[in-house]
Each structure stands twice: as C-alpha cells, then as structure tokens.
C-alpha cells in the first residue's frame, strides 16, 4: 500500500507531529447497530456535538432490523438536526460486518470513522483521528477507551479485561503514547483502504476487526494507536453476556488463524490449551490417578494465579470484589478457550480458504463488487 508509515518509527516523532495543524476533509461515521435504543441518543448526541465542522461530516447507520425504539430515537434527532445528513440503512443479515459493508458502500467521505451503537466519543473525536492519520501516515487510527461500568461484576469486568493475565494485553485501554499496534477499537481509515484491500469479510461474525487489520497490514498497511482518539463504552455486566462475548471471540478467532496464520500471537493459545488440559485430565481422572494428579495441579495453579491476580487488580477495590473478579478471570478464560476448541472442530475442513470479500470501487457513487481476494 502507498503512503505507509514504517513501522520502526518512534512513537515519540509521531506525538511531536500530533500538534499541525490538519486539513479537514470529508468524514464518513459509519455505525453497525441493532436494538440499541438504551444508548443510540447518547451516542448520537456525543457524535453531533463533534468540533469538526458539522458540513463535512455525514452519519450512515446500518440497523438490523431493531424491534425497539432505536429507529425512533434516531429519527427524532436526524429532525432536531437537520445541518447533519443522517441516513438510516436496513441490514437484513443482523450481523456487524454486513452493515459495515452497507455503509462503507453508501458512504462518500474521504476518512470513513465506525463508532458503535454503545460507545460514546469525546468532543474531539473526529477531529482527533482525522489529524492522525494525516499527521502519521497511518492505514488506521483507533484509541483507547474506557468501560462504563454497571454493577459490582461489570467493575469486575473492567478490571479483568484491563490486566495481562485477563486478555493478554489489557485490551483497548489508553496507552501513554501513540504506538504502531496489531489492531485498535474501532478505527478510522482514508477511504483508498477499502477500494486496495476490500470491505469486511462477512463470515467473521466477531474478529471481522482483527481480520481486516490482520489483512491491512500483509498489504503493507500499518495501524496506530494515539491516546488523543478517546471515547468510552458500556462494557458486559453479567456472567452470561460475558461468556457468550468471549466464547465467540474464540470461536471466530479459529476462522482469523486460518486466514492469517503468521498474524497470532501465543498468548492467543493458552487458554484453549488450558481447557484442553483440564478437559483430558478431568476424563482420565476416574480411571488413573495420573489423570487425578494432573486435574489437582492444572486447577490449583490456575486457582493459585487467579487468585494472585485478582487481589492485584482489585487491590484499590477492595475484598468484596475478589469473588467477582476471580469469576471474571476464569469466564474470560474458559469460555474463551471452550469456543477456540468448539471452532477448531467445526472449522477442521476450512484450512486455507479465505471466501470472498467485497472491494470498495473507486469513486463514491460507485457499487461495491465482489471480489476473491
């Protein structure tokens, strides 16, 4: 890809050149939601009160099909701000990638930004990444956010995620410095992305986000990450929806390893190999007691490490949120590992094939074609 930033380049000239001044251009918010009427006027209200020049700024909200008053609420402030194009696409598949495509394909700006239906952006937000990714020379530029949290687990949660030992590298959170990265939250791109290396794939129900950056930098791209693009979401705060979240981010990363094998990392394999591990010793321990042994040393040294961390992250929080922390950790780990293992057999046959992907042609008013990348 041209115009690509090496990517030994030190952070610290990057943040010196954070402060030119940049030349607004055309800006493309493109938003995959669906039934998200609790946070979609909060986080419409936080997108039209950006500093960047509302004239130059268009919304494209891909909804899928919501049965709540999501389409109501954006209707109602589409009239209440009428200096802002706000257009409203229907996704009959329901999933993020498609309406991600579908409004790619709408758009017509020069950067095209994804904000989602439950993350809420900071006043210079656009203005933020626009001016990085002319400053730097990045392919796409994504910061760090901060959970919202609701209830002691939801707390948990955002303590646990924000750990090595819960995600492996604290997922998402601000960093101190601009920094080149695998992936970022969300992202901003300059549109000539998706016409050179193509739209989101379809099959990635999750990790569509790692996929395409995965994709974005085998063509050479390069992604940055700058503490000046803040914004914050709702995180999950039940078990429940925190096992179904990570079991398919590790059902799905299956399908990211298959496309882009040289992309992953080992801190990816540990957890199924934990559950691996623990699932062999548990159905041998009945009949040897090697399988005993190994079930009690597998399960106490994790119990060991997850009670270490958990004291460490919860440290400023106090005992009453170890339970829900050490919960946390092990929701995050289990269900996570259970989906890569789930999706390592049910994928077994789909080792070299990559499916197609939509290329964004050249010129806005344009369709976007299919084609097998």
Request: hydrophobic content about 45%.
């Amino acid at each position: 890809m041209h115009n690509v930033m090496p990517q030994s380049r030190e952070a610290n000239d990057i943040k010196a050149e954070m402060g030119r001044a940049f030349r607004p251009v055309s800006v493309s918010i493109i938003m995959p939601v669906r039934n998200e009427a609790k946070h979609i006027g909060q986080c419409l209200r936080a997108i039209l009160a950006q500093d960047y020049p509302s004239e130059l700024i268009e919304i494209i909200i891909a909804d899928g099909l919501s049965t709540d008053d999501t389409r109501a609420i954006i209707a109602k402030l589409a009239a209440d701000h009428p200096e802002t194009r706000i257009a409203v696409l229907d996704n009959p598949l329901r999933i993020a990638p498609s309406a991600l495509n579908l409004a790619i394909a709408r758009s017509t700006g020069d950067v095209i930004l994804r904000i989602d239906g439950h993350t809420f952006i900071a006043s210079d937000y656009v203005s933020q990444c626009v001016a990085a990714l002319q400053t730097s020379g990045a392919d796409n530029v994504g910061g760090g956010t901060e959970p919202i949290c609701q209830g002691r687990f939801g707390e948990a949660v955002s303590l646990a995620t924000g750990t090595s030992f819960g995600v492996g590298h604290g997922r998402w959170r601000l960093a101190p410095q601009e920094q080149w990265v695998d992936t970022v939250y969300l992202g901003a791109w300059p549109r000539r992305v998706f016409e050179e290396i193509g739209l989101f794939d379809e099959e990635q129900v999750r990790n569509q986000d790692d996929e395409f950056n995965y994709r974005l930098r085998e063509h050479g791209g390069s992604v940055l990450m700058s503490p000046h693009v803040k914004s914050s979401y709702y995180n999950r705060s039940t078990p429940r929806s925190l096992w179904r979240q990570y079991y398919q981010y590790g059902y799905w990363k299956v399908r990211v390893m298959q496309k882009h094998p040289s992309q992953m990392r080992a801190r990816q394999f540990i957890p199924p190999l934990f559950v691996l591990t623990l699932l062999l010793a548990a159905a041998l321990a009945p009949f040897t007691s090697t399988g005993l042994w190994m079930l009690v040393l597998v399960a106490g040294c994790y119990a060991a490490a997850n009670i270490i961390a958990s004291v460490w992250a919860g440290r400023n929080a106090g005992l009453a949120m170890l339970p829900s922390l050490m919960a946390a950790f092990a929701i995050l780990h289990v269900s996570y590992g259970s989906g890569f293992l789930v999706g390592l057999a049910h994928f077994w046959n789909r080792w070299g094939q990559h499916g197609r992907v939509k290329r964004l042609a050249a010129g806005p008013d344009r369709p976007a074609s299919a084609e097998c990348l």
